[in-house]
């Protein structure tokens, strides 16, 4: 079936903001005096801040209440927040704008479907921010990945059948929200190694659009 919608997850796909969340988190968990390492942030990819959280207190001895955890979620935001001020359109990751560009030249419909509730900002922040019709993020959800709301949310507001949608990510547990929403995936990044991915590429400069589209 013909694909006329292509719905990007924003971090990982558009821009990378990994190290600043990740920056945050540490510097969360060392005030906190909970480990927090590389790989242990490799669990965080894709999923909510909420959720994110809940893996860095797993080893934790104290018992935090709902309040508290909405403090440390809020304090790792602020953090968060100051290191993306950095970002600019040079962070842009590479084919993006050349592969928007082909998009729009094709009449494709775009999207964001991001768990981030920091999505606007970051659009603006890197020169994007009219350049997407249709932007869900984690301010607009209840269910973040792997479920398929935001996927399927971006879908109905651009009034695209999910079938007709090909989505972009570089999570596993976007990978996994993509194919239970019915959507074709294009897994970059780190879900170029998915085989369950559609198609598979390590970025965008490597997709040849015409034999995904048609």
């Known amino acids: 079936m013909k694909l006329v919608a292509v719905i990007f ?13 990740y920056l ?15 790989q242990m942030n ?3 990819l894709g999923v909510s801040r909420m959720e994110s959280l809940a893996i860095i207190l797993e080893n934790s001895s104290k018992e935090y209440s709902f309040t508290e955890k909405e403090a440390l979620a809020q304090r790792k935001n602020q953090y968060y927040k100051r290191l993306i001020e950095r ?8 084919g993006v704008n050349a592969f928007l560009a082909k998009l729009r030249k094709q009449g494709m ?32 959800i209840t269910n973040s990945k792997p479920d398929p709301e935001v996927f399927l ?3 109905a507001r651009l009034a695209i059948a999910p079938e007709n ?10 990978v996994t929200a993509a194919l239970a929403g019915n959507m074709k995936v294009l897994g970059v990044g780190a879900a170029a190694t998915d085989e369950r991915a559609t198609w598979r590429a390590a970025d965008l400069t490597e997709v040849d659009l015409q034999s995904i589209i048609f």
């Open 87 to 94: 970002l600019s359109p040079r962070d842009i990751l590479p």
């Open 42 to 44: 490799q669990r965080l």
């Open 153 to 155: 949310t971006a879908a």
């Open 9 to 21: 997850d924003l971090d990982g796909v558009i821009v990378s903001t990994d190290e600043f969340h």
């Open 165 to 174: 949608c090909l989505v972009i990510e570089d999570a596993k547990a976007g």
């Open 109 to 140: 419909k775009m999207a964001i479907g991001s768990s981030s509730k920091n999505c606007p900002l970051i659009l603006e922040k890197i020169g994007l921010a009219d350049a997407f019709p249709v932007v869900v993020d984690g301010n607009q």
């Open 24 to 38: 945050a988190w540490k510097q969360l968990a060392e005030e906190e005096a909970l480990f927090f390492d590389y």
